[in-house]
């Protein structure tokens, strides 16, 4: 009944995002092999689990784009590949504007504090 309702991204896009950002700063700074066959694993799965066709089509194609693999050497590159990522994604969609790195990074801070705080009362 409400199938359409969760398969758009204005239900889920902005806690995915979230998401995926944590994932990316608390990926390990010197990651092991298993841990970047792990991290692909997971970022590549998610081209076919994302409740929206179109964004999985999307995502699909910026896979074959641009290559996860070099980017999980560090968390600094892993970091930096998620919000090219999203910039990339926000300019398809004309949503927003590109963020920098440093932008992104206190953007969800705040988040995350203001979620801990709010969840820890």
Same mark, same amino acid.
Do not use: G, Q, V
């Given at each position: 009944?409400?199938?359409h309702i969760y398969k758009s991204p204005m239900v889920w896009g902005e806690n995915a995002w979230m998401f995926l950002h944590c994932v990316t700063y608390t990926y390990? *700074?010197?990651p092991s092999l298993e841990q970047q066959k792990q991290y692909k694993t997971f970022m590549t799965s998610l081209q076919h689990v994302l409740p929206c066709p179109?964004? +999985?089509r999307?995502? +699909?194609?910026y896979?074959?784009?641009h290559s996860i693999e070099p980017s999980l050497v560090s968390q600094k590159k892993f970091v930096q590949y998620v919000l090219r990522l999203h910039n990339?994604? *926000?300019t398809n969609i004309k949503q927003k504007q590109s963020q920098t790195l440093e932008q992104c990074k206190n953007l969800f801070e *705040? +988040?995350?504090?203001q979620q801990y705080l709010r969840d820890s009362s």
């Open positions: 009944m409400f199938d390990p *700074n010197e179109t964004c +999985r999307h995502y +699909r194609e896979l074959l784009e990339h994604i *926000n *705040n +988040r995350c504090i």
